[in-house]
């Protein structure tokens, strides 16, 4: 159905006679979401307009990208839009504040190309509020786009944090339920300096990435600045990506550290037991539990006079 309606949509737009003739208006299913019927009317009206020239510098970037590097594969854009022009609009939105006047809602590949050559851009421009925009970005990118597994996953948590609902971001997305809470899933749970220093992988699939999500919640793993280190400098994003989960592999098949001896009291009324991070405390009787709220409530500053001792 999203395919459909944005087909028929953008060959409104190709294909308008006259000035005194739009198209008539497509039609969302009544059972659509809100979003796709809204995005249904915006369409429509983009529809009926003609294309404006913009200049470049007057666009701003989309606040969430749906794409993380425009620039793959850029030039031989640039190459067709010198040879043939610029054959399918972009569509903008009008901003308000200080800066650019408009922002991209879809076409920032052909933005950028046009940009290069130093042409204005052939754009729609429409009123939307930022739910339109996204809900436009995410039908029309789905409909020309091959985004990889991580590139749909950022953007559907991007989707979810702009206060969409699961259901309306399967349906712009065209994915199911268990693919959907695959993509959060690996998007939250991934640092986002991990994903982005590894980049788009369109070529690794998703069952790379759900192990790479499965090895950073494991027991041990690195986290932070010491996992971002661990992803390689050089290869292509895929590439990293393998590098990346075979060392965590490697870190994760070797054999735990031995527990901490006891200490010559274990036998007393409180001991204590470090493994890795974790320190359990345990007290012989019962009427002793007491203690265990007592070092917590005191946890911060056993912290602070420690942390003093090492300066």
């Not at 020239?53 to 594969?73: K, L, M, N, Q, Y």
């Not at 002793?288 to 056993?302: C, K, N, S």
Request: with cysteine; glycine share 6%; proline share 6%.
């Amino acid at each position: 159905m999203k395919r459909d309606l944005l087909a028929k949509s953008l060959s409104q737009m190709g294909t308008r006679k006259t000035e005194n003739s739009p198209p008539a208006p497509s039609k969302a299913p009544e059972t659509a979401p809100r979003s796709l019927k809204s995005m249904s009317d915006v369409l429509s009206q983009v529809a009926a307009q003609a294309a404006q020239e913009i200049d470049p510098a007057e666009i701003a970037d989309s606040e969430i990208a749906d794409r993380f590097d425009v620039t793959v594969g850029l030039d031989d854009l640039i190459e067709s839009i010198r040879t043939s022009g610029q054959q399918l609009p972009a569509l903008l939105r009008y901003r308000r504040g200080s800066g650019p006047r408009y922002e991209v809602v879809y076409g920032r590949r052909r933005i950028a190309a046009c940009r290069a050559l130093g042409l204005k851009v052939k754009a729609y421009v429409k009123e939307m509020d930022q739910r339109e925009a996204l809900v436009s970005q995410a039908l029309e990118n789905s409909a020309r786009l091959e985004r990889s597994f991580i590139e749909q996953a950022i953007f559907a948590t991007r989707l979810e944090d702009q206060g969409f609902t699961r259901a309306e971001i399967g349906e712009v997305l065209a994915v199911d339920k268990g693919t959907l809470s695959k993509l959060v899933g690996v998007a939250r749970d991934v640092p986002d300096g991990v994903i982005y220093r590894i980049g788009a992988a369109h070529d690794a699939g998703r069952r790379p990435w759900l192990e790479l999500r499965r090895l950073v919640k494991s027991e041990g793993a690195p986290e932070g600045v010491a996992l971002e280190a661990l992803v390689p400098e050089s290869g292509d994003p895929a590439e990293k990506l393998a590098k990346l989960i075979a060392a965590l592999q490697v870190r994760e098949r070797r054999p735990a550290p031995s527990p901490a001896p006891q200490s010559p009291d274990a036998s007393g009324p409180v001991s204590s037991k470090a493994r890795g991070r974790r320190v359990t405390i345990e007290v012989a009787a019962e009427s002793e539990r007491a203690f265990i709220g007592f070092v917590e409530a005191r946890l911060q500053a056993l912290y602070d006079e420690w942390k003093s001792s090492q300066s």
